[in-house]
């Protein structure tokens, strides 16, 4: 089964920017659809960005216009970039990967990394 794990997470200052970084381990997983969801404290995970197979994005939430998903599939590794950082965005990142179903429905990932801390100062 193929393993996720992210990186590039840490402190920030607002306005800053910051790249994520996950990479599978397994070299020719092509999933249906790899995204960013997040976390924040006391909150449930949302979806942050996501990436078909045929390379088409889908953004949602508050970061929607603050962040770009990207892949390089010769590093067998999907990107999270996000800009003008705010303090709401502090939260863990996960990396996921879905076989089907809409591309923004937590239920349709069923591999999911560990998770990055992003923490945006004020």
């Known amino acids: 089964q193929v393993t996720l794990v992210e990186s590039g997470g840490g402190l920030v200052p607002a306005g800053g920017s910051l790249r994520l970084s996950c990479a599978a381990s397994?070299?020719?997983?092509?999933?249906?659809?790899m995204a960013w969801f997040r976390q924040g404290p006391g909150k449930e995970r949302e979806f942050v960005a996501a990436?078909?197979?045929?390379?088409?994005?889908w953004y949602e939430g508050p970061t929607k216009g603050r962040a770009t998903i990207a892949r390089d599939n010769a590093k067998n590794t999907l990107y999270l970039n996000m800009y003008r950082l705010k303090p709401e965005d502090t939260a863990v990142y996960f990396c996921?990967?879905?076989?089907?179903?809409?591309?923004?429905?937590?239920?349709?990932?069923?591999?999911w990394g560990q998770g990055t801390q992003v923490t945006v100062s004020s």
């Open positions: 996921a990967a879905s076989e089907g179903g809409y591309i923004a429905d937590r239920e349709s990932y069923k591999f």
């Open positions: 397994e070299r020719s997983f092509r999933p249906t659809f």
């Open positions: 990436i078909s197979q045929s390379d088409g994005t």
